[in-house]
């Protein structure tokens, strides 16, 4: 009888460190997750004011996004697991650059063009390619965070679910392609 207890002990305490483990990876995910759809959401914000606004709250949403961008910076450099987890930080890294160079550099000349009355067709053509360069750029960096996010998930039993930011994400691209 001792040893069905000790084997019955040993089973659920290796089901208790695996629902630990996942447990962990899940929070791990959701944290990166989560800031990055604070961003990506903020970036929506972004595009409505260039279309409803003007100059003066396009240049104000797009400096709060580097400020936000620095703080989820600052946060993804703290973040820690205790694991491999298959590039996904790195890959969360290198998003977060390339959105604090975009909308540092890139964006500020966007909105300022955009906003030129004096502006003419060859001002819109550099938007225009501006913005498919920086889509396309950004497409690279988000696939290879999706294959680690991915590969992170099936190592640790968990289901990547596709959200609607995502999915808006997918629709304006094939718009630029």
Same mark, same amino acid.
């Given at each position: 009888?001792? !040893?069905?207890?000790?084997?019955?002990?040993?089973?659920?305490?290796?089901?208790?460190?695996?629902?630990?483990?996942?447990?962990?990876?899940?929070?791990? *995910? *959701?944290?990166?997750?989560?800031?990055?759809?604070?961003?990506?959401?903020?970036?929506?914000?972004?595009?409505?004011?260039?279309?409803?606004?003007?100059?003066?709250?396009?240049?104000?949403?797009?400096?709060?996004?580097?400020?936000?961008?620095?703080?989820?910076? !600052?946060?993804?450099?703290?973040?820690?697991?205790?694991? #491999? $987890?298959?590039?996904?930080?790195?890959?969360?890294?290198?998003?977060?650059?390339?959105?604090?160079?975009?909308?540092?550099?890139?964006?500020?000349?966007?909105?300022?063009?955009?906003?030129?009355?004096?502006? #003419?067709? #060859?001002?819109?053509?550099? &938007?225009?390619?501006?913005?498919?360069?920086?889509?396309?750029?950004?497409?690279?960096? $988000?696939?290879?965070?999706?294959?680690?996010? !991915?590969?992170?998930?099936?190592?640790?039993?968990?289901?990547?679910?596709? *959200?609607?930011?995502?999915?808006? &994400?997918?629709?304006?691209?094939?718009?630029?392609?």
């Amino acid at each position: 009888m001792k !040893k069905i207890v000790l084997i019955f002990v040993a089973a659920v305490s290796v089901a208790s460190c695996s629902f630990m483990d996942r447990k962990k990876a899940t929070d791990y *995910n *959701n944290e990166i997750v989560t800031e990055q759809s604070k961003i990506i959401k903020s970036v929506f914000e972004l595009v409505n004011i260039m279309q409803t606004s003007d100059s003066l709250a396009a240049q104000q949403k797009r400096e709060e996004l580097v400020t936000m961008v620095d703080a989820a910076i !600052k946060k993804a450099d703290a973040l820690s697991y205790n694991g #491999d $987890d298959k590039g996904m930080k790195e890959g969360y890294q290198k998003l977060l650059q390339y959105y604090k160079k975009t909308m540092s550099e890139d964006y500020a000349q966007i909105i300022a063009i955009s906003f030129d009355k004096n502006a #003419d067709a #060859d001002d819109a053509q550099l &938007i225009q390619d501006k913005v498919s360069e920086i889509a396309s750029a950004e497409r690279v960096l $988000d696939e290879k965070f999706q294959a680690a996010q !991915k590969a992170f998930a099936k190592a640790h039993d968990m289901e990547v679910q596709e *959200n609607e930011l995502q999915q808006k &994400i997918d629709e304006i691209n094939s718009e630029t392609n």
